[in-house]
């Protein structure tokens, strides 16, 4: 007799328990739209970083520091006026610095507690001030100084590279600029709870959802 269910629920172990379906199965498109059965993003950063029960993780969080903000704020009427340049502490900025500790870091995944679901342009600007949270596998001693180090130092270490993505139009410059020649760390750090593995895999079997997602596809259509 064929099972009704096309959802598997596989309960495991060593690794996150998983909840699947293949909505192939089931009709999951339609002419107008498209369906998703999809995991958390937690889930599936965790399973990137590498589970193990046996594994310790070690979390962190990061946002804007307060000073910087304030600084380029007061900076603003003054420099606007002799250049083009953007100045302002924006979501965009904050992005590209996290992604360069990451690159600093092995064993590394990051996500912000705040899910925006607007478009880029409609950000606002409290967004650099939601934290990140960054999990770190195994942390020695060693590895945890060069992770503190590389969000501490990250304007500093990386301006070679800064300099590079924001030519030629050099948008942002000005503001990183500010930040080196007063020596103002752009993000503050804080260093969270450490979780061993199996505690890690009861909290998200439990608590963390998949999601059923819709999404609109647009049709194009030629008059002529």
């Known amino acids: 007799m064929e099972l009704v269910s096309r959802t598997e629920i596989l309960e495991r ?8 379906l293949d909505l192939n199965k089931i009709g999951g498109e339609s002419s107008s739209y498209r369906y998703y059965f999809r995991d958390s993003e937690v889930r599936e950063l965790i399973e990137k970083l590498g589970f193990d029960n046996e594994d310790k993780y070690f979390f962190f969080s990061t946002a804007a520091n307060p000073e910087a903000d ?48 607007v478009h880029n342009l409609d950000g606002i600007s409290e967004e650099i001030y939601w934290p990140t949270v960054h999990i770190l596998k195994n942390l020695t001693k060693t590895r945890k100084r060069e992770f503190v180090d590389s969000v501490e130092n990250v304007l ?20 990183y600029k500010l930040w080196r020649r007063n020596k103002i760390k752009p993000i503050i750090l804080r260093e969270g709870c450490i979780f061993a593995g199996e505690e890690i895999k009861k909290a998200m079997d439990w608590l963390f959802q998949y999601s059923y997602e819709m999404e609109y596809i647009e049709h194009y259509y030629d008059d002529y």
């Open 70 to 117: 304030e600084i380029v704020r007061k900076n603003y009427k003054k420099f606007k006026v002799q250049t083009c340049t953007s100045w302002h502490f924006s979501p965009d900025i904050m992005d590209f610095l996290i992604r360069l500790i990451h690159e600093k870091n092995e064993h590394h995944v990051s996500f912000s507690q705040v899910r925006s679901k």
């Open 13 to 20: 172990k060593d690794k996150l328990n998983k909840i699947k």
């Open 156 to 175: 500093v270490d990386n301006f070679e590279k800064i300099k590079e993505r924001e030519a030629p139009q050099n948008y942002n410059l000005e503001t």
